[in-house]
């Protein structure tokens, strides 16, 4: 029992560290974009965090091998898991809010649930259907500050993100048989290949101008390097190592919370009546999704 009690502690405090790290993320994120280009800052990040979380594998004495069989899965939710969430997910960050981005991205698990239905034959039960809707309707309060008239660099934010929730639920049911590798191996391959392609693309099409960089920014970059990137993951595992999975994904929720206050004390960002119901409502579908049996 103590056991038990510890491992709940202690997978909680993991938890929380989690979503802390990832939820400051999106306000920093969002100035960093102010010097320098998305998959550039992305894609460099991801290279440096790949290879300090490639160093702990090392010391752990852990195979980098992927089995010939398992090349294929690991392409795939590479480019689910890292190229279009955050590849896409930042690039979104340039045209929306944090809040508008933040909310659109965490409603993956709800489309996640619409994708079980033809692929798993995982009918959507009522409260699925209500879950839906709550989502539906959070997202357009959110959306409709303007009466849902949106620019045109408006209106490409919104598609990104929320392509990239779409890919990556599509890519979290397609891949739910656990590549044959260590955890950490497998963040290693996926980071260091997709930020990898990130990088390359942002290098040839963005053009970044890398003295554009401030102390500020560089704190933003290193952050974002060290902490959601490299950190992050290891604590993330621990948490889903010591707490049950439903538990680790609703406690997850917290993140767009976070980060939506974060942005509006560090940016300065809107927070009012409808941000907050708009929360409510996404979140309450997207606790729904998680919740199904």
């Known amino acids: 029992m103590d056991t038990a009690r510890r491992d709940r502690t202690i997978g909680s405090l993991c938890l929380g560290v989690t979503a802390c790290g990832w939820a400051l993320n999106w306000p920093l994120m969002k100035l960093l974009l102010q010097q320098w280009p998305p998959l550039f800052a992305r894609g460099l990040a991801g290279v440096c965090a790949s290879l300090i979380l490639a160093a702990l594998v090392l010391s752990r004495k852990e195979s980098f091998a992927v089995p010939r069989e398992a090349v294929p899965r690991l392409l795939f939710a590479t480019f689910t898991n890292v190229f279009a969430w955050m590849g896409l997910g930042t690039v979104a960050m340039k045209y929306v809010s ?116 401030t102390p500020l920014g560089l704190g933003c970059f290193a952050y974002m390097t060290l902490v959601p990137m490299g950190l992050c993951y290891v604590t993330w595992f621990e948490t889903l190592r010591r707490l049950p999975p439903t538990t680790a994904s609703t406690g997850m929720l917290i993140v767009p919370v976070i980060g939506v206050i974060s942005a509006a004390i560090i940016l300065g960002e809107p927070l009012g009546y409808r941000e907050w119901t708009a929360m409510a409502l996404t979140l309450g579908g997207v606790t729904l999704a998680l919740q199904r049996g």
């Open 98 to 213: 944090v809040s508008e981005g933040a909310l659109l991205a965490y409603t993956m698990p709800i489309w996640a649930m619409l994708f079980a239905w033809p692929v798993l034959n995982t009918r959507p039960a009522p409260r699925d259907i209500f879950g839906l809707v709550l989502g539906v309707a959070g997202v357009t309060l959110l959306l409709s500050g303007n009466g849902l008239a949106f620019s045109a660099d408006k209106l490409l934010g919104i598609v990104l993100a929320l392509l990239c929730a779409i890919l990556f639920a599509l890519g979290n049911v397609l891949n739910r048989k656990p590549l044959p590798m260590p955890p950490l191996v497998v963040v290693v391959w996926q980071v260091g290949l997709g930020c990898a392609t990130m990088l390359i693309l942002g290098v040839v099409f963005e053009h970044p101008d890398i003295t554009a960089i």
